[in-house]
C-alpha cells in the first residue's frame, strides 16, 4: 500500500502569509496527486488534480508542483477563507490519503 | 447539477450492522467509480474502497476487508456501502465520493454520521 506523509501537520498564519504544507509519498505516484481542502462539519473540497492543475474555480492563489515522491501545495497569500484543513490524496493506486494539515490563525 | 445525496445519520449497537446509501444526480452512476471514505471525529480521511458501478466489482482496504461490503442498484443511481460487526472505534462521518477519469474525487456526498455506542 501507498502511504502518505505530510508535514507540517498544523501550522498558524497570518493574512496576507505564503503557506507550503508537503506531501511525501511511499513509492513512486507520478503527478497522480490531489489536494483537497475541508472545513468543519463539511465534505472535502477538491482544489489540485493531477498535482499542480488547478480545479475549476479554486482561486489562482492555490497552486501544487512536485512528482514522484514530494509534492507541495502553496497558498501565495492566506486569506480569512483559507483557514481550514488540507489532504493530500494519492490516485496512482486507489485513494489513500494524507494525515491532513491544519491551517490555524496566528 | 451533479450530486451525491446520502442517507441519514444512524446510531448502532456494537456488533450491528449498517447501511449507508449513496444517491447519484446529474449524471450517469455507471460512467464513473466510487470512493467510500470515513473520518473519525477528529480524525483524517481513511480511504475504506471502491465499486465500479458498471459491473460492481469492488476492491477494499486492507482494513475493513471481511467486514464491508458495497454495492450498487443503477436502476436507482445508488450505491451503498454496508459495514458489519460494528464497535465504537467505527464511530466516523461515512463519505461516497465520485471518481474522476484520472482517479481523484472531484464529487462528495455530504456525509453520513454512524454512531456505535451501547
Known amino acids: 500500500d501507498i502511504q502518505m506523509t505530510q508535514s507540517p501537520s498544523a501550522l498558524s498564519a497570518s493574512v496576507g502569509d505564503r503557506v507550503t504544507i508537503t506531501c511525501r509519498a511511499s513509492q513512486s505516484i507520478s503527478n497522480w496527486l490531489a489536494w483537497y481542502q475541508q472545513k468543519p462539519g463539511k465534505a472535502p473540497k477538491l482544489l489540485i488534480y493531477?498535482?499542480?492543475y488547478l480545479e475549476s474555480g479554486v482561486p489562482s492563489r492555490f497552486s501544487g508542483s512536485g512528482s514522484g515522491t514530494e509534492f507541495t501545495l502553496t497558498i501565495s497569500s492566506l486569506q480569512p477563507d483559507d483557514f481550514a484543513t488540507y489532504y493530500c490524496?494519492?490516485?496512482?493506486?486507489?485513494?489513500?490519503f494524507g494525515q491532513g494539515t491544519k491551517v490555524e490563525i496566528k | 447539477q451533479v450530486q451525491l445525496v446520502q442517507s441519514g445519520a444512524e446510531v448502532k449497537k456494537p456488533g450491528a450492522s449498517v447501511k449507508v446509501s449513496c444517491k447519484a444526480s446529474g449524471y450517469t452512476l455507471i460512467s464513473y467509480f466510487m470512493h467510500w471514505v470515513r473520518q473519525a471525529p477528529g480524525q483524517g480521511l481513511e480511504w475504506m474502497g471502491i465499486i465500479s458501478p458498471i459491473s460492481g466489482g469492488t476492491t477494499y482496504a486492507q482494513n475493513f476487508q471481511g467486514r464491508v461490503t458495497m454495492t450498487r442498484d443503477t436502476s436507482t443511481s445508488t450505491v451503498y456501502m454496508e459495514l458489519s460487526s460494528l464497535r465504537s472505534e467505527d464511530t466516523a462521518v461515512y463519505y461516497c465520493a465520485r471518481v474522476s477519469g484520472d482517479g481523484y474525487n472531484d464529487i462528495w456526498g455530504q456525509g453520513t454520521m454512524v454512531t456505535v455506542s451501547s
Open positions: 493531477k498535482a499542480s
Open positions: 490524496q494519492q490516485y496512482n493506486s486507489y485513494g489513500t
